[in-house]
């Protein structure tokens, strides 16, 4: 997994009243600044809830997963614009994943997400066992489908989340150590009622037992707001 792409993935809440600055914020510099100006990005989302438990979820894609802990990142990180010293300390909810995306068959841009948030086997064996499963006998069927745009999968990477997120904590974000291996597959389809059904069927609370997932998958719904992709500038 080399070469693996990144994901730096995020879920967000803000203060009562701070709504309109947090989403004005992600559409008029963070989804930019993400995309065109850190190095190694190239393409970022924020979405909206439909039905989930936080009610921002937002995606940023990388060459390399190595970008999520380069340093030109990780300086960027630290030197948080004006707007975002601004708004983080308000967020409620600020939980990242820094991740590789070690499936890809992502395409174009959907109007509604299923984020699905699950724990794999933390053993290497079992990891490999799901993963091959995840690519082969569940997205590559899954994205023929109609209405069915794109999946991928993020499994992220905790010693660079906690190595990151400790300098948003620093400003003010309230954002948990993480502790156990998680990953994060994102279904991307034309309508919210494809996307809920697609992820029911393929991650409901008994699908992926035999796999090792023995916790059911937490799956939220989200609506395309805003996004930049560089290499379409």
């Known amino acids: 997994m080399a070469d693996d ?11 009562p009243g701070f709504d309109a600055e947090l989403r004005e914020w992600f559409v008029r510099e963070h989804i930019d600044e993400r995309a065109l ?23 940023y894609e990388t060459d390399s997963h190595t970008v999520l802990t380069g340093e030109g990142y990780l300086e960027r ?25 070690t499936i890809d068959m992502m395409h174009g841009v959907g109007g509604s997400v299923a984020a ?6 933390q ?15 569940v997205f590559a069927p899954m994205i023929k489908e109609q209405g069915v745009l794109g999946a991928c999968l993020a499994e992220n990477m905790l010693e660079a989340a906690n190595a990151t997120g400790a300098k948003a904590r ?4 309230a954002m948990p150590v993480l502790e156990k291996v998680e990953w994060l597959a994102v ?8 996307v809920r059904e697609a992820a029911k069927a393929a991650f ?11 916790d059911a998958p937490e799956i939220g719904l989200y609506r395309f707001v805003y996004g930049m992709d560089k290499r379409g500038q």
Do not use: C
């Open 204 to 214: 409901g609370p008994e699908a992926l037992k035999a796999h090792g997932v023995d």
């Open 187 to 194: 279904i991307e389809a034309s309508t919210d009622q494809i």
């Open 123 to 137: 053993d290497a064996a079992g990891q490999e066992t799901l993963r091959t499963h995840l690519r082969d006998a």
């Open 37 to 59: 100006d850190t190095p190694g990005f190239y393409r970022s989302r924020f979405y909206d809830a439909v039905d989930a438990k936080v009610e921002y979820f937002a995606t």
């Open 170 to 173: 620093a400003l003010g974000g």
């Open 77 to 101: 990180v630290g030197n948080q614009t004006e707007w975002s010293r601004k708004v983080i300390p308000e967020l409620t909810v600020l939980n990242r994943m820094t991740a590789r995306l």
């Open 5 to 15: 792409k990144g994901m730096l993935v995020s879920w967000t809440e803000t203060n």
């Open 116 to 121: 699905v948030r699950f724990f794999p086997p």
